[in-house]
């Protein structure tokens, strides 16, 4: 049972990227002209058909390192492994990667602690460790401890993306994630993360500005916003919402990771989050099959998530 909930996240996940990487940096007046309405290659990254980018790649190095329990310092070697090609990029090389990221990684690779390597400040808030998070969230299945819960995400995020904003936003994907996995409709789950959340904050000395970015999330039902009050920019906040927004307004997965990508600009990592959510949420059978025998490496993913799951 969970073996199929892991390989339907990340299938999801890196189904979701696929289909946007072609499109990255489209606007949203060209895709409602040109939309995806299905797999296609080249574009944007010159890439065939089929292929993930650093979205899927960093998401499978957190999944491979959490098969062998979970190690901070593993998890940030893994990444450098892939930023040298060595491990799961989807043709052995990388052709696509966020600058905090990199900055990141340079850190990692001279031997920094991993959970200072991201940036810190306010321009550093790049959707790069939310695209990478959820398999974080098979790890954290069976912790019942919110405050745990919050230390892990923050330490996981912070190994390329450091900021309250980026840590918070990583938070929130994980505590609707784990009300989805609980098998709940997903409006039940979205109002249980915002009582959880809620709960959460109570006491807590965290900016109120900071945690005011996030009211349309957490205070206001973000499915009933207009698609032109929701962004789709590599901010890390503009991310969340929209993924949330795509899956919320949905009904089937398809319909969720062309939404996605079909809003434009970050296509692969609005792809991506979205499709995480929905790949988990709808199950694996629900995904096109068509798109999962396009997908490359796919033999790869299935024995990750076995090894994951076997873990976990």
Same mark, same amino acid.
């Given at each position: 049972?969970?073996?199929?909930?892991? *390989?339907?996240?990340?299938?999801?996940?890196?189904?979701?990227?696929?289909?946007?990487?072609?499109?990255?940096?489209?606007?949203?007046?060209?895709?409602?002209?040109?939309?995806?309405?299905?797999?296609?290659?080249?574009?944007?990254?010159?890439?065939?058909?089929?292929? =993930?980018?650093?979205?899927?790649?960093?998401?499978?190095?957190?999944?491979?390192?959490?098969?062998?329990?979970?190690?901070?310092?593993? !998890?940030?070697?893994?990444?450098?492994?892939?930023?040298?090609?060595?491990? =799961?990029?989807?043709?052995?090389?990388?052709?696509?990667?966020?600058?905090?990221?990199?900055?990141?990684?340079?850190?990692?690779?001279?031997?920094?602690?991993?959970?200072?390597?991201?940036? #810190?400040?306010?321009?550093?808030?790049?959707?790069?460790?939310?695209?990478?998070?959820?398999?974080?969230?098979?790890?954290?299945?069976?912790?019942?401890?919110?405050?745990?819960?919050?230390?892990?995400?923050?330490?996981?995020?912070? !190994?390329?993306?450091?900021?309250?904003?980026?840590? #918070?936003?990583?938070?929130?994907?994980?505590?609707?994630?784990?009300?989805?996995?609980?098998?709940?409709?997903?409006? *039940?789950?979205?109002?249980?993360?915002? #009582?959880?959340?809620? *709960? #959460?904050?109570?006491?807590?000395?965290?900016?109120? $500005? *900071? !945690?005011?970015?996030?009211?349309?999330?957490?205070?206001?039902?973000?499915?009933?916003?207009?698609?032109?009050?929701?962004?789709?920019?590599?901010?890390?906040?503009?991310?969340?919402?929209?993924?949330? =927004?795509?899956?919320?307004?949905?009904?089937?997965?398809?319909?969720?990771?062309?939404?996605?990508?079909?809003?434009?600009?970050?296509?692969?990592?609005?792809?991506?989050?979205?499709?995480?959510?929905?790949?988990?949420?709808?199950?694996?059978?629900?995904?096109?099959?068509? =798109?999962?025998?396009?997908?490359? $490496?796919?033999?790869?993913?299935?024995?990750?998530?076995?090894?994951?799951?076997?873990?976990?």
């Amino acid at each position: 049972m969970m073996k199929n909930k892991i *390989e339907s996240a990340l299938f999801g996940l890196a189904i979701g990227d696929a289909l946007g990487v072609p499109v990255e940096f489209e606007s949203r007046t060209y895709l409602k002209q040109n939309p995806v309405t299905d797999m296609f290659g080249f574009g944007t990254h010159h890439q065939p058909a089929g292929t =993930w980018s650093d979205d899927s790649s960093l998401a499978f190095c957190l999944a491979e390192s959490l098969c062998s329990g979970y190690d901070l310092n593993d !998890i940030a070697r893994n990444f450098v492994k892939w930023y040298s090609g060595n491990l =799961w990029t989807p043709h052995g090389r990388v052709f696509d990667i966020g600058i905090a990221t990199q900055h990141a990684v340079l850190n990692i690779a001279k031997g920094h602690q991993p959970d200072l390597c991201g940036g #810190f400040s306010e321009s550093d808030n790049g959707n790069g460790s939310l695209m990478r998070i959820l398999p974080l969230l098979f790890y954290l299945q069976n912790e019942k401890d919110i405050e745990v819960i919050y230390q892990k995400v923050k330490e996981v995020s912070s !190994i390329t993306h450091a900021h309250f904003r980026s840590v #918070f936003a990583c938070f929130i994907y994980m505590v609707y994630c784990l009300e989805i996995l609980k098998d709940k409709d997903k409006f *039940e789950a979205y109002k249980n993360m915002q #009582f959880v959340l809620s *709960e #959460f904050l109570q006491g807590k000395s965290f900016n109120p $500005r *900071e !945690i005011g970015l996030f009211d349309k999330i957490l205070k206001n039902d973000i499915s009933k916003y207009e698609e032109t009050d929701i962004q789709s920019s590599g901010y890390v906040l503009h991310s969340l919402e929209a993924s949330f =927004w795509c899956f919320l307004n949905s009904d089937s997965y398809e319909e969720t990771v062309l939404k996605a990508v079909n809003l434009g600009e970050d296509t692969d990592t609005t792809g991506a989050i979205a499709g995480g959510l929905a790949g988990m949420y709808y199950g694996i059978d629900a995904i096109p099959k068509k =798109w999962i025998d396009k997908l490359v $490496r796919t033999n790869d993913i299935k024995d990750l998530a076995e090894r994951l799951s076997n873990r976990i």
